[in-house]
C-alpha cells in the first residue's frame, strides 16, 4: 500500500512527485518517460519566470534532468481504471493492480473527441483494456481504435483471441500484419447498439455488424477513468486546496481547468502534494 499514486508525467505530476519526494512518502507515478507531448511539442516558451526564452526541447531535458538528480521513477504504464475501496484507491495499470491512500490526478485534458454511443456502452461492449477485456472476446467479431503505436501488442493480443478484427490505427505506419486483422483507412463516428454493442458506424456510411470495440488511446475521460468523480464544464471539479469531491482524491494542471499553461500545472502540482500530505498526516 503506498501513499500515494500520481497519474500523470506532465508539469503538474512532476511537481507533484518532487514535493512528494521531499517529504519522504512513497508512491507510484504513472505515466510515459517522454513526460508530455505538450512539453516537447512547444516551439517557444517565453512566459516561464527565469527562462524569457526557453523551446520544449530545452523545458523536457530541464525536466529529465531533474527527475534523474531527484532520483524519481516514472511507471511507463497507462492508468485503464480506478476504485475507491472505501479508504484507499485501487489503480488498475496495464492488467496490475496497485493500492494507495491518495490519489493525484494530472492527467491533463483530453483532447481525441469521444465516439458517439462510447460513453452509454462502456463496459458493454466497449472497452479500454484488451488485457483486462480481451477474453470475453474469445472467437468474436471485434474493432480495434488506436492512437498510439506503443498499443499495437495489444492489438496483436487482442487479433490471437478474436476470430475477426477491424483494425483502425490513427497512424501511419502501422506493423500489424495478421490473417484476421483487416486495417481500414475509414473513420468510425458512431458505436451502435442499446444493451450492448451491435455495430459501427463509418464515415464512408458503412456499418459493421460487431461484438465489441476497443479504443486504446492515451489518455481517458477522468469521469470514466475514476468512478464518481465529480466534473464541472468538462474539467475535474476541485476547490483551492486541489481537494476533488472524493476523500484523498486531489487533481492538478490542465484536468482542472484553464488557463492550460505550464505554470498553473506546476503551481497546482505543487499544492495538490501538500494538501495530500496533509491528508495523509490528518
Ligand atoms: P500534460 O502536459 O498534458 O501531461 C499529462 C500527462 O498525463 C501526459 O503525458 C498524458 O499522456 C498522461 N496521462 C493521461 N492519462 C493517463 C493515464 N490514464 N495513465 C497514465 N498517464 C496518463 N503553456 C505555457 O504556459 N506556455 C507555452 O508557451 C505553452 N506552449 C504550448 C505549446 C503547445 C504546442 C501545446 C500543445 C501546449 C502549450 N502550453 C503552453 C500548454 C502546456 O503544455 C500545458 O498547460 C501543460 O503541459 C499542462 O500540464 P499537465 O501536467 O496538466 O498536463
Same mark, same amino acid.
Given at each position: 500500500?503506498?501513499?500515494? !499514486?500520481?497519474?500523470?508525467? #506532465?508539469? +503538474? ?22 513526460? %508530455? ?17 526557453? *523551446? #520544449? ?6 525536466? *529529465? ?30 492488467? &496490475?493492480?496497485?493500492?494507495? /491512500?491518495?490519489? !493525484? ?7 481525441? /473527441? ?8 462502456? #463496459?458493454?461492449?466497449? %472497452? ?12 468474436? &467479431? ?16 487482442? +487479433? ?5 478484427? *477491424? ?9 500489424? /500484419? ?12 458512431? !458505436? $451502435? ?29 477522468? %469521469?470514466?477513468?475514476? %468512478?464518481?468523480?465529480? !466534473? ?10 486541489? /481537494? *476533488? ?18 505554470? $498553473?500545472?506546476?503551481? &497546482?502540482?505543487?499544492?495538490? +502534494? ?9
Amino acid at each position: 500500500m503506498y501513499d500515494c !499514486i500520481i497519474i500523470g508525467t #506532465g508539469p +503538474a505530476g512532476l511537481s507533484a512527485a518532487l514535493n512528494l519526494k521531499t517529504y519522504k512518502k512513497s508512491f507510484v507515478w504513472f505515466g510515459s518517460k517522454n513526460l %508530455s507531448d505538450k512539453v516537447q511539442k512547444a516551439e517557444k516558451i517565453t512566459n516561464y519566470p527565469g527562462f524569457p526564452e526557453l *523551446t #520544449g526541447q530545452e523545458l523536457f531535458s530541464r525536466f *529529465t534532468d531533474h527527475i534523474q538528480s531527484a532520483g524519481l521513477d516514472i511507471t511507463e504504464k497507462t492508468v485503464t481504471n480506478v476504485m475507491s475501496v472505501g479508504t484507499y484507491y485501487m489503480v488498475l495499470a496495464d492488467n &496490475e493492480v496497485y493500492e494507495a /491512500k491518495t490519489l !493525484i490526478l494530472a492527467m491533463g485534458v483530453m483532447t481525441a /473527441k469521444l465516439l458517439k454511443g462510447e460513453d452509454e456502452l462502456l #463496459g458493454r461492449g466497449v %472497452s479500454y483494456c484488451a488485457t483486462c477485456d480481451g477474453m470475453f472476446y474469445k472467437d468474436k &467479431e471485434i474493432a480495434v481504435l488506436c492512437n498510439d503505436p506503443k498499443y499495437e501488442h495489444e492489438v496483436e493480443y487482442l +487479433a490471437d483471441l478474436a476470430a475477426k478484427v *477491424t483494425y483502425f490505427p490513427m497512424f501511419s505506419d502501422s506493423q500489424i /500484419k495478421k490473417e484476421n486483422v483487416t486495417i481500414s483507412k475509414d473513420f468510425p463516428l458512431e !458505436i $451502435k447498439g442499446s444493451d450492448r454493442v451491435t455495430g459501427l458506424v463509418l464515415k464512408s456510411g458503412k456499418v459493421l455488424e460487431l461484438d465489441g470495440i476497443f479504443c486504446l488511446r492515451n489518455a481517458i475521460a477522468p %469521469s470514466k477513468l475514476v %468512478s464518481g468523480l465529480e !466534473i464541472e464544464n468538462g474539467h475535474i471539479k476541485v476547490d483551492r486546496t486541489q /481537494k *476533488t469531491n472524493l476523500p484523498g482524491c486531489f487533481a492538478a494542471g490542465d484536468c482542472t481547468g484553464r488557463p492550460y499553461q505550464y505554470t $498553473k500545472a506546476v503551481g &497546482e502540482g505543487n499544492v495538490a +502534494a501538500h494538501s495530500c500530505i496533509s491528508y495523509l498526516t490528518e
